[in-house]
């Protein structure tokens, strides 16, 4: 016997009584993106190995352990991509988008890990990205800031939403903390569980993320990063705060927010919620102006931010959401109605595109036709047999509540749609 044949683990589909939110958040993302002036890119799903390896780093788990690689058949090493900043800038530099130009660019689409499936967690999974190209100051980090809290406001969670902030300083800055940070550690190097071990070589701001509970007394004592910053880096970070005091948005300062990867400087944030357990980040961005440079372009400052829409429907889902249904289902009964309800559709399709008109397809009694519309969830059912199609008229059955059907000539039909939509 066959084996069954069901979806990768990890890997799911979207059913239609969850699309019509996915398109929600689609639109509401696309309007906030326009009213900031920031153009869609699209990117493919499939890169060179060497890039993901170049941009996120080979000593990281993501290239390690996570991504989804493959030979194809000239030799050469692809990936799926694992997140959007690397494809996006691989697109700038391609196609010359960033030398003396500005650039405000925005994505969405599936990105790929190969990790241990859980709620909120998927090897599968979608993500919005905001990338912005050419502009140093902290007004650029204020924008996008802003943009993701506008989105919240629109979807109705921004009450459900913290803002958290740090500053990395620049690459020098940090490359000064390491080694006062490597210090502390090796002070109490049996302390650490395995990971932090191996990240005492590789990647040592990442123990300050570590979310081993044994070790949190340990890594609240270590040095702060803030105080082996300059003046400018201080600064900077401090003109970030108050843009954001000033447009009434509330963060909270946490020293112990990192990236691992030296292309990233000055400010890194992200907006957590407490609604979804352990996958508590919905959105997270930063500063990350060596990354062009690293990945073969001239020195560009850029900032992005990506949030996770798995994530993001998982707390829209804890509210109520009413979705647009169907206004109409023709209905019909014999050869000539049939005929008469394929153009009837059509012409409503033409005077309302607005609103979804549904046409019975195949065979069926009345009532088995008006089951149909109820499972739709059309408001009305409208109805063709021999004799409304030689007086030219309609029935109309009301689904949704209680109305005495109705029977009008097919010229007001549309007239009674709008007021009824």
Not at 127 to 146: D, K, R, T, V, W
Request: negative net charge.
């Amino acid at each position: 016997m066959s084996k069954k044949l069901q979806a990768i683990r990890g890997m799911h589909d979207i059913l239609p009584d969850k699309t019509p939110l996915w398109q929600m958040l689609e639109k509401q993302m696309a309007e906030v993106c326009q009213q900031y002036g920031y153009a869609e890119i699209r990117m493919p799903l499939v890169e060179s190995t060497d890039l993901f390896c170049r941009s996120i780093g080979e000593v990281t788990d993501i290239v390690e352990k996570e991504m989804y690689s493959f030979d194809d058949r000239n030799g050469d090493s692809l990936s799926l991509r694992p997140e959007g900043t690397a494809s996006c800038v691989r697109a700038g530099l391609e196609h010359g988008l960033f030398y003396n130009q500005i650039q405000r660019l925005w994505y969405q689409g599936p990105m790929f890990r190969h990790e241990r499936p859980q709620k909120g967690r998927y090897r599968q999974f979608h993500q919005i990205g905001i990338e912005c190209f050419g502009m140093s100051g902290a007004e650029i980090e204020a924008e996008i800031i802003l943009m993701s809290y506008r989105l919240w406001q629109k979807l109705g969670i921004a009450g459900e939403l913290t803002l958290e902030l740090n500053t990395l300083g620049t690459l020098e800055e940090r490359a000064a903390y390491k080694d006062i940070l490597v210090g502390y550690f090796k002070q109490h190097i049996d302390a650490l569980d395995e990971d932090s071990v191996r990240r005492l070589k590789t990647n040592p701001l990442r123990i300050l993320d570590s979310k081993n509970p044994h070790m949190q007394a340990l890594i609240e004592a270590a040095p702060q990063l803030l105080n082996s910053l300059g003046a400018e880096s201080v600064e900077h970070f401090e003109q970030l705060q108050s843009y954001l005091n000033d447009a009434g948005v509330s963060f909270k300062c946490n020293p112990r927010l990192v990236r691992g990867l030296d292309y990233y400087s000055h400010t890194v944030f992200e907006w957590t919620t407490t609604s979804l357990g352990a996958q508590g980040t919905v959105c997270a961005g930063g500063r990350y102006d060596g990354l062009i440079d690293q990945l073969g372009g001239k020195q560009t400052p850029a900032v992005g931010l990506a949030m996770g829409v798995e994530r993001l429907i998982l707390l829209l889902e804890q509210h109520e959401w009413s979705v647009h249904s169907p206004l109409a289902y023709i209905v019909y009964q014999g050869d000539k109605a049939r005929k008469e309800a394929i153009q009837l559709a059509e012409r409503l399709r033409n005077q309302l595109p607005g609103e979804g008109i549904v046409l019975h397809c195949g065979a069926g009694s009345l009532k088995s036709q008006f089951k149909k519309a109820d499972k739709v969830g059309a408001s009305l059912a409208l109805i063709l047999g021999e004799e409304e199609v030689e007086e030219n008229k309609v029935s109309i059955k009301f689904l949704r509540n209680r109305q005495e059907q109705q029977l009008l000539p097919e010229d007001e039909l549309v007239v009674f749609l709008q007021n009824n939509s």
